[in-house]
């Protein structure tokens, strides 16, 4: 996991470890992410959800993401 590559942008919405993304705690390696934008569409969520796999459907919703593949700009 991790190639360095930009795959999409999005917004931190939460660093709780408790908040949820659809009824699943983050815990304390992942953040919740609102996706804005998919440059990888096909990329593989690392936690897909029964509506989305890949990162290109999950435009417009919340991902969680590993904190540590967060990059800042």
Known sequence: MGTG??????????K???SKVYHIPLGS???KIAVTRAIV????????TFMFQVLGHAIGSFIAWP????IFD
């Open 41 to 48: 569409e096909d990329t593989l969520l690392i936690r897909p």
């Open 16 to 18: 709780d470890p408790l």
């Open 67 to 70: 904190k540590s593949h967060v």
């Open 5 to 14: 590559k930009v795959v999409g942008e999005g917004k931190i919405a939460s």
């Open 29 to 31: 390696d992942y953040w």
